[in-house]
């Protein structure tokens, strides 16, 4: 990184910390989502010594190992997991601001480009708990080092790989997008024919050699624990869950589901023990047909996600093709071909599975990156002064920020209501078997904040007499009802233990037994 542009870094990280600060005191400490407790109870475990019961295929271990610490200095759990995710924003800040380095931009175009992404890493810090930021800190700092004309050279290739395999721990799709990016980049600079073949080939293999160092331990420390060699089990769930009729979660159609181990919160601590029905598109014409749906569909939905970011974004891809193939991409090793490839290529994966917005954060930040190159090289090519250069230049960043604006206020000051429903149900002791009538979500975030063991809720369409015996068959020892409990009959009779606002709980007799 070029020495004048440190200081410009620097104050950018401050406000990023500093903004973020403000936000988590005054309106994010509270927020929780699944997932982010599934991370919490993983780290939770590492610090008890339970490292089996820690380590899940499904859940990539790198989050949860930076928690660790931080619950170990008694850091309150929902704030350890936002100052992770103001550190994760902090590298994908410093990451973003060495790619514009790469690309030339000058020091006007990197500010205005950073304080854009101030909000943006605070929108996808602040509003989930999920390693998704940590990702895309990782996938961009490789891409820092893979997009330099001599990053074949000295210890470019070794960093790229351990970047790659830390971008893996983070999150496991990374995995395919960094072997296929660097496999297509390998490619294209054979084809160029400006670098010693030998070198390139040299470098690649050095990289592979490096990612392998950082993933093979994790997969088979995952064999060892599974019984056979892993590397993620997360995209099965997802492709099972995307199967034709759409069968949901487990936990919405297979009724009570008992946590995998004893200090676990819900069997969500591991997802990959649970399952659904197997599907292949070539098992059968219907099963063809529903992929072939299934890509059209998220195909568009990665479109969609895209304008989401900017309405500007498809403007900006065919843009910055057009200058990766043109006169402009005239600085050694062309890195604007290097960060254009990778925001092609990094959603390619999410068109056989779901996706959410904050799946693309990498491409979210490069899309920004690439823009502001975007506008700056079409300013010059058509002559355009310094005024309305850096009035393009805001066009481009301002169109970054409604979504990020309006995610967080839309989380402004989410979460406190569920600890306060665990509050009023105090009579319900730490450590407690609980399942609900429904509501599964919101009564997870109850029972992390009561400190019990979630078992989920009935079968859809059971009998009441099923429900009840299903309850004492994975012993339950109390029963949270949302809303009126005169739809069950069963629960008639039990003694009422607490009520905190619409929701009641019940203790589970014991079995009477005739004398």
């Not at 050279?153 to 971008?167: D, T």
């Not at 403007?315 to 200058?323: E, G, K």
């Amino acid at each position: 990184m070029s020495a004048p542009g440190r200081r410009p870094l620097l104050g950018l990280l401050a406000l990023h910390f500093v903004a973020g600060g403000l936000l988590v005191a005054a309106g994010y400490r509270h927020q929780v989502n699944p997932d982010g407790i599934a991370y919490l109870s993983s780290a939770r475990k590492y610090l008890a010594g339970h490292f089996a019961d820690a380590a899940t295929g499904f859940w990539s271990p790198m989050y949860s190992w930076l928690l660790a610490p931080l619950l170990a200095l008694r850091v309150p759990p929902l704030l350890a997991t936002k100052l992770l995710d103001l550190a994760a924003g902090a590298l994908v800040l410093a990451a973003a601001w060495r790619l514009m380095d790469l690309l030339g931009l000058e020091l006007r175009a990197r500010l205005a480009v950073g304080v854009a992404l101030v909000v943006i890493v605070l929108h996808f810090g602040l509003t989930v708990s999920t390693p998704d930021l940590l990702s895309a800190a990782f996938v961009l700092l490789y891409l820092s080092v893979v997009a330099r004309p001599d990053w074949t050279e000295g210890r470019g290739p070794l960093v790229a790989g351990l970047l790659g395999g830390g971008a893996y721990l983070c999150k496991a799709y990374a995995l395919g997008f960094v072997l296929v990016h660097l496999a297509a980049l390998t490619a294209f600079r054979l084809l160029r024919g400006t670098d010693p073949r030998r070198r390139v080939v040299r470098g690649a293999l050095v990289a592979l050699g490096a990612l392998a160092i950082v993933v093979l331990p994790w997969g088979l420390a995952l064999g060892a624990k599974y019984g056979r060699f892993l590397l993620s089990d997360a995209g099965r769930l997802s492709w099972t869950y995307d199967g034709p009729g759409r069968p949901g979660y487990p936990m919405q159609r297979d009724g009570f589901l008992p946590p995998p181990d004893a200090l676990a919160v819900s069997a969500w601590d591991d997802p990959g023990l649970l399952s659904l029905p197997d599907w292949s598109p070539l098992r059968s014409p219907e099963e063809r047909r529903h992929f072939e749906g299934l890509v059209r569909a998220n195909a568009s939905q990665v479109v969609s996600v895209a304008h989401g970011f900017s309405p500007l974004a498809l403007p900006i891809v065919l843009l910055s093709l057009l200058l990766a193939a043109s006169r402009f991409e005239a600085r050694p090793g062309r890195p604007l071909w290097a960060l254009t490839s990778a925001a092609l290529l990094y959603p390619t994966g999410y068109l056989a599975f779901h996706l959410r917005d904050r799946f693309l954060a990498v491409v979210c930040v490069l899309l920004l990156v690439l823009g502001a190159f975007a506008a700056c090289a079409l300013c010059r090519a058509l002559e355009i002064g310094r005024r309305g250069r850096g009035l393009v230049l805001a066009v481009v960043c301002l169109s970054f920020l409604p979504a990020p604006v309006a995610g967080l206020r839309a989380s402004w000051r989410d979460g406190g209501q569920w600890i306060e429903t665990a509050q009023g149900l105090a009579a319900v002791p730490a450590g407690a078997r609980v399942a609900s009538n429904g509501r599964w979500r919101q009564t997870l975030y109850v029972a992390f904040h009561g400190g019990w063991r979630y078992y989920g809720e009935p079968r859809p369409g059971a009998a009441p007499g099923a429900t009840e015996a299903d309850l004492r068959r994975h012993g339950v020892e109390y029963f949270l009802v949302w809303g009126d409990p005169s739809a069950l009959p069963f629960v008639t009779g039990w003694p009422l233990a607490a009520r905190s606002g619409a929701l009641q709980a019940y203790r589970v007799p014991p079995v009477s037994r005739t004398p």
